[in-house]
């Protein structure tokens, strides 16, 4: 009830766009949920920690979910982003275990993301050839040269990396005291302010820079955008290269979390990032959708597994279930909120 | 991109055919000249007495089995709806769960038992694709969104249904579709896929599936304008990739004679999709031609066991199947073809001038 008077006060002062009222919705939906995982549940998630474990465990995933709302937001698709993952953490992995310094693996994770974004930019952009099918190729190809590299998992000997993955940044003053009187710190991991750097560029770029706003244009109507003198192509290029580019970096970021290449490194992280953009309010039609709401959309998806695992459900496919049956709340939500505003909009287009 | 898509994909037309064909060509081409006797087709005793064939060319035919059905129903609702159903391989292990469930009910596994667990299985999976089928059609959402859902949760689901556990049938029933009716030589998946395109085609000759389908895919509103009940139609394409998935699943259940949910047909939705792309149909809907589809899944599986042969790792072929597919769609690409077609005009000499100047 409180998201409509909320939508309908906005509406009045100011139109509420789209993405901000999609965003909106999930905002509240998560506060409320981890409000009540807080009455009900308490434990772990009074603790401000648990805040940050959930950032700590899914920073990388919240990099490659804001890769995917920039290609979303352009119409498009990246399938891919799991695989560039797996197979960044894999060869830098590799790298520093033969004797490499950290910035270069750095510079190599960067490289790897921005090859896979300018090779699928040029082929879906430039080719014209269909994007689902061109990043499922990415990611056949970057899970097969992984396990070429390396089948059996393989873990960080680098002494430089190990120290650089135990560093923590502590939040005394959000730290907890524990049983035996010893206050334990809230610990948040470099790969977070990494993460969240990552979201308040997007964010920033969508928002203010002309390539920014011509990518809504782009995959609001392309049609349009094209009569209005955009390069579309360039435009859709660029998205497919910044979400490598993200891959990328989110590999180094889930290396420098796990600190170990495995074949099975980050499977399925693309259909989570799919779906945490999802709920942050991005539309695969593309045009809708910003960043901050893909941050949120990252946070309501891991609280949800958070939750159910802490409430007992204890036999392994409740997660899934969970997940899934959420999943299709928010889509169903979005569905019926945005063809209710399509009506209203045509109702008052035809009273002027 | 889908209006871009569909004017320049000439879809529909035999011509369609072109690229599949020319890859089916080049991979036998390519097999002849390295091992001459890579099709050649044995006859070995079979487990359940009498000869049976065996080779290369049977397991790429046999193998592509599930493949082949599911392509099936996803040119349907690729066509119908202008998107893809990612979830067929997490619904063939609800469908597989829910036929090896009902298979183990009873003490002893009759025939009767056999078609009331296929009914069950098709009914479940039915049920499965009209969920999918009324998020797309009547709630409008994209079909890769809508079937997002059961992606995330429907290996659970299957995992559920058999209470944790992944348990195994044996009966001679099984191992006869699984594998080989005894005294016949060829495997079954094969007189499986044959019945299904056989029904799928009978069904195109007798009703007009193929037509409202069809311009359904291409303009949704003209298709209303013109009495088609649209939304019906692509619930009803959603159902039938149902079937396909029940099929494909007690396929995959039989030829192993156990259910794991979380290996049947594990990715397969990813080589659906790329068996219909492979075939020249456009992924954004309109025109189809359910063969080129089936010749797309064996392609797929041709290339797989190819690479098998040269003693490729099973875990890095996926790494030479993107390439191939990258060169594939790259020679189906409008913009590469007309290059192609503008530099065989420059090498004719039919004024090179006009050529340059439509380009530009």
Redesign the interface.
Known sequence: MSLNKTGKAAVRREPLTDTQLLMTITICIFFAMYAIAMLTLGGGFLRPQQVFDLLNDNAALIIVACGLTVVMIGGGIDISVGGVIGLTVMSCVMYLNNGGNIATAALMAIGIGLAFGLLHGFLVSYLEIQPFIVTLAGMFFARGATTMISVNPQKVTHEGFKALMKSKIEIPWLGYTAKNGNLIPARMEIGVIIALCCVLLIFLILKNVRHGRNLYAVGGNQQSALMLGINVKRIRFLSYVTSGLLSGIAGFVFMMHTGAGNATNAAGAEMNAIASSIIGGTLLTGGVGNAIGTFFGVLTLTTIKKIVVTSGLKDPWWQSITTGAMLCFFILLQSVVLSRRGKKRSADAAKS | ?R???KA?WKTGGIGQLMIPLIAVGLLILFNLIRDPSFFSIHTTPGNSGGIVLTGNLISIINGASELAVLAMGMTLVTAACGG?DISVGAAAAIAGSVFVRVLKTPDVITGGTMILAFASCCVVAMLFGAFNGT?VAV????P???T??????????A??ING?ATPTVSSPIINAIGSYIPGVPIPTPIFIVLAVGILLALVFRFTNLRLYTQSVGINQGAAKLNGINSTMIKLLSFIILGLCVATAGCIGVSRLSLINHETLLLDVE?DA??AV?IGGNS??GGKFRISGSILGAYIIQMLTITLYAMKV?S?????????V??LL??M?????KKKIADFWKHLRGSHPASVGKEAA
Do not use: E
Not at chain 2, 315 to 323: L, Q, R
């Open positions: 991109m209006k871009a898509g320049s893809q998020l709630f409008r959402i994209q890769m969104i809508a997002l859902i059961l992606y995330t949760c429907g290996r659970s689901i995992y559920w944790g990813m999709i790329l792309a992924l954004g790792p875990t890095n072929v996926k790494a030479y199947k993107a390439i597919i990258i769609v790259v189906g690409s409008p913009v590469v």
